[in-house]
């Protein structure tokens, strides 16, 4: 099955510096990429996605890029805040449209969590 | 309006008891989900419903036995609970599968603690 590794685990920046999260995964039939935010107390909730068609995706702060030969995806957050302190998860799946739906076997990395020092 | 909203937020009983948490939508979604996240904060599914109907139910004990009434409520009973199960508990939905690459909603979770 699919396996996510994520790096690093702990991401410690100051505030208007770029952050970096690499993730790897195992199963290169992982098609669908996302990444989800998660703050304290909360649940994770979707920040930015990709598919393995496109090899980068920006939403202003924030971009994705895919390299689909060397398996690895990584998130860039640029000119950080303290608000974009919390837990980040980056998540694979192979999309099967008639079975579990696209998020049913999406698989999670383990977290990294990021602090933005004011 | 909360989305994706689960009772209760916390949940502290002793083992060997049998406990419940209730999940409803109401963004309109056709498929629902349980995930168990520990202490670790890893993320792991444990069970998917589409309209009312099982479709994943990954290795998990079967003493948890998630129950779907409608396509807006997806409940969560464990029997006997042990220290393990101890964990924080997320429900989440998605639009129907063929919607493909629609995001996860997840509600704000069920910290259990076992006793």
């Known amino acids: 099955g699919e396996n996510v590794e994520q790096h690093p685990s702990t991401l410690s920046v100051q505030e208007g510096d770029s952050a970096v999260i690499k993730c790897t995964y195992s199963?290169?039939?992982?098609?669908?990429f996302p990444w989800y935010k998660q703050e304290l107390g909360k649940g994770p909730q979707l920040i930015i996605d990709i598919r393995s068609n496109v090899g980068e995706k920006k939403d202003q702060r924030i971009a994705v890029t895919l390299n689909k030969t060397a398996k690895h995806f990584s998130l860039h957050i640029t000119e950080t805040q303290p608000e974009d302190s919390a837990v980040y998860f980056c998540a694979a799946s192979r999309e099967r449209a008639n079975y579990g739906g696209s998020q049913g076997n999406l698989i999670f990395g383990k977290g990294t969590k990021l602090s933005v020092k004011p | 309006d909360t989305a994706v909203s689960q009772t209760p937020k916390y949940l502290v009983t002793q083992m060997g008891n049998d406990k419940s948490i209730k999940c409803e939508q109401n963004l309109g979604h056709d498929t629902m989900y349980w995930y168990k996240q520990d202490s670790k904060k890893f993320l792991k599914i444990m069970f998917s419903y589409n309209n009312k109907e099982l479709i994943i139910n990954e290795t998990v004990p079967n003493r948890f036995s998630p129950k779907s009434p409608d396509k807006a409520h997806l409940n969560l009973h464990i029997n006997s609970l042990e220290l393990g199960d101890s964990a924080v508990y997320f429900c989440?939905?998605?639009?129907?599968?063929?919607?493909?690459?629609?995001?996860?909603?997840f509600g704000n979770g069920t910290r259990l603690t076992v006793t």
């Open positions: 199963d290169s039939a992982s098609n669908y």
């Open positions: 989440a939905s998605s639009p129907g599968p063929t919607l493909l690459g629609s995001p996860l909603h």
